[in-house]
Nanobody, 124 residues
Framework: VTLVESGGGSVQAGGSLKLSCAPS????????MAWFRQAPGKEREGVAA???????TYADSVKGRFTISRDNAKSTLYLEMSSLKPEDTATYYC???????????????????WGQGTQVTVSS
């Protein structure tokens, strides 16, 4: 399974971006999927996750500003980001777990497929 992220870029604070993650090699809808991010010198952190039954969870730092969603027909994962802040600057990664879980997870070790990442830069 390959995950390909797109949609990153540079925006000013307060702006919006929408990230996409398109998996190939498997189109089943029972994946758990999530978005993570990693800033230079920091650990990878969970941003938003969607379980096999589409239950979602968010990091406290992005609640109310980011929305995770999935297009079942395309097996594509999205992350809509609004009211962006400079501290949101990071490389954003899509992750997937090929199995059934009812609860979403923001723990990196719970995922076994990762994309290459897409850069998001927010300037003040």
């Amino acid at each position: 399974v390959t995950l390909v992220e797109s949609g990153g870029g540079s925006v000013q604070a307060g702006g919006s971006l929408k990230l996409s993650c398109a998996p190939s090699g498997y189109t089943g809808n029972m994946y758990c999927m999530a978005w993570f991010r990693q800033a230079p010198g920091k650990e990878r952190e969970g941003v938003a996750a969607s379980s096999s039954v589409r239950r979602t969870t968010y990091a406290d730092s992005v609640k109310g500003r980011f929305t995770i969603s999935r297009d079942n027909a395309k097996s594509t994962l999205y992350l809509e980001m609004s009211s962006l802040k400079p501290e949101d600057t990071a490389t954003y990664y899509c992750a997937a777990y090929r199995g059934f879980r009812t609860l979403p997870s923001l723990v990196p070790a719970d995922y076994n497929y990762w994309g290459q990442g897409t850069q998001v830069t927010v300037s003040s």
